[in-house]
């Protein structure tokens, strides 16, 4: 069965250091997404990408964040200055096209996450 | 932001029993829910969705049924099993290209034997 899948499993840094976080969505899928989930709290909505732009981003993904797709199968997430709060599991997911009709094109497949620590 | 609640943290089921998740919006813009299954150190895995068309959906042990006025989800699990253990989150979509999803808090399924 195809899945979304993530590198790495974790990644510890130091504060103001960059970071790229690297996912391989499903081979098929058009939309892909970043989510982030602090120890404890909610999975929060990061960014949506769709045809090589963002789609929607959150108030989190300021101007330290940035999302690209630099060929036809990786979606990465880089952090320029990591600061003590970006410290997290960051998640990857990827959707199929919303083709009319089809009952399947909003589930979102996430993969297993990276666990971001910054010291 | 609270668009999304789950106000059971945990939830303790016997073994062969009817587990029942419930979930909350507010956001009268959702118009398709979804739930995740997770486990510690994975990523979210779909368990089962629903339009804002239908009141229920069901898949195996597994049925969603949605109430709008109440603004109202729930999921049943039966039997409930074992592997069923695991933090069940609700999520909300309000459609529209490569929407975002805004989950609820979660609850923590554990099924006893």
């Known amino acids: 069965e195809p899945e979304v899948t993530q590198t790495p499993s974790h990644q510890v840094t130091q504060m103001g250091q960059e970071v790229i976080l690297r996912c391989v969505p499903i081979?098929?899928?058009?939309?892909f997404y970043w989510y982030r989930q602090i120890l404890g709290q909610k999975v929060e909505f990061l960014v949506s990408?769709?045809?090589?732009?963002?789609?929607?981003k959150s108030e989190i993904f300021d101007d330290q964040f940035s999302v690209e797709r630099p060929d036809g199968s990786n979606f990465t997430l880089k952090i320029r200055s990591t600061k003590l709060e970006d410290s997290a599991m960051y998640f990857c997911?990827?959707?199929?096209?919303?083709?009319?009709?089809?009952?399947?094109?909003?589930?979102?497949?996430f993969g297993p996450g990276t666990r971001l620590t910054v010291t | 932001d609270q668009q999304v609640k789950q106000n059971s943290p945990s939830l303790s089921v016997q073994e062969g029993r009817i587990s029942i998740l419930n979930c909350d919006y507010t956001?009268?813009?959702?118009?398709?829910f979804l739930w995740y299954k997770k486990y510690p150190a994975e990523g979210p895995t779909f368990l089962i969705s629903?339009?804002?068309?239908?009141d229920k959906n069901e898949d195996g042990r597994f049925t969603v049924f949605l109430n709008k006025s109440a603004k109202h989800l729930s999921l049943h699990i039966v039997p409930s099993q074992p592997g069923d253990s695991a933090v069940y989150f609700c999520?909300?979509?309000?459609?529209?290209?490569?929407?975002?999803?805004?989950f609820g808090t979660g609850t923590r399924l554990q099924v006893t034997l």
């Open positions: 997911a990827s959707s199929a096209d919303r083709g009319r009709g089809s009952p399947f094109s909003y589930e979102q497949y």
């Open positions: 081979s098929n899928h058009l939309y």
């Open positions: 990408f769709y045809n090589n732009e963002i789609s929607e």
């Open positions: 956001n009268s813009m959702f118009d398709y």
């Open positions: 629903i339009s804002s068309i239908k």
């Open positions: 999520a909300a979509s309000a459609g529209g290209t490569a929407s975002k999803l805004t």
